[in-house]
């Protein structure tokens, strides 16, 4: 199944959602960062139930994944510093906030606590988790301990690890609870999604493998480059950072404007 099968919705369907988008204040063709979206109280969802909008398509297609659906599997984000990689989290986070909050829930793990502040109430939010802190490794434990009910339910949840290389500092306490995450995770309805600078992927090639989609922003050094993608035709040097992204896997690539959502959304 490629990229375009897995996250783009058919025009016919789009017909619809393109109306509720227009109500709910957004406008595909705006592209990211052109102001705040005020909240009008009771919304309509713009898309569909349990799916995640990440952005729109160069031909004005929703760019969607499928909560339900594992194959895409854990999510990576990638790209040079100034990039946009916690935009791109942030993205995720607010447009997760268009479901029902019972149904699609995030929780997020960084070093930067307060990039967070403003999301982090949220509806749908489980917290903002410091990377090095015990009870971080204690919610990820609980995270694993929960998976198997979650699993039989419409509940979704979003791992945002924000530095991924940070939260895998040498001894963590964690480190196995993500790997189980990673491997089993989505097909539990528990989706890691998580960046990381390409400069420091020599320290996590062995945790390269366990994401096969990679959502990646500008990278300028073209042997970051070769670590990130196989194909050389790519070209990740012209993506407009915290605007401008490229969806990746093995078999295809997918270029995509975030979505122009903000606070209150």
């Known amino acids: 199944m490629s990229t375009t099968d897995q996250f783009i919705i058919g025009m016919q369907a789009y017909q619809d959602i393109k109306a509720e988008l227009h109500q709910a204040g957004i406008n595909p063709s705006d592209g990211a960062g052109e102001g705040p ?25 929703p760019v969607i994944l499928d909560l339900y659906n594992p194959m895409p599997g854990p999510l990576l984000v990638a790209g040079d510093g100034g990039s946009g990689k916690t935009a791109v989290l942030q993205s995720i986070a607010r447009s997760s906030n268009l479901q029902d909050p019972g149904d ?46 979650i699993s039989s339910t419409r509940q979704v949840i979003l791992l945002l690890i924000d530095g991924l290389d940070q939260f895998l500092a040498e001894g963590h306490p964690a480190r196995q609870d993500l790997l189980w995450l990673l491997t089993c995770g989505p097909e539990r309805h528990i989706w890691p999604v998580a960046t990381v600078n390409p400069a420091r992927l020599s320290r996590l090639h062995n945790w390269l493998d366990y994401f096969n989609t990679r959502i990646l922003g500008q990278v300028r050094n073209i042997r970051n480059v070769r670590l990130l993608v196989d194909d050389p035709v790519i070209n990740l040097g012209d993506l407009v950072p915290s605007s401008l992204f490229g969806l990746y896997q093995p078999d295809s690539w997918l270029r995509f404007l975030l979505p122009p959502l903000r606070q209150g959304d």
């Open 37 to 61: 979206i005020e909240s009008a109280g009771t919304k309509p969802s713009p898309i569909p139930d349990g799916s995640l909008l990440l952005g729109f398509a160069e031909d004005g297609l």
């Open 104 to 149: 699609v829930q995030f929780a997020v793990i960084t070093s930067f606590l307060e990039e967070w502040a403003a999301l982090e109430g949220l509806p749908n939010s489980l917290g903002v988790w410091p990377a090095g802190h015990p009870a971080t490794a204690d919610f990820l434990s609980q995270l694993v301990g929960w998976a198997d009910a």
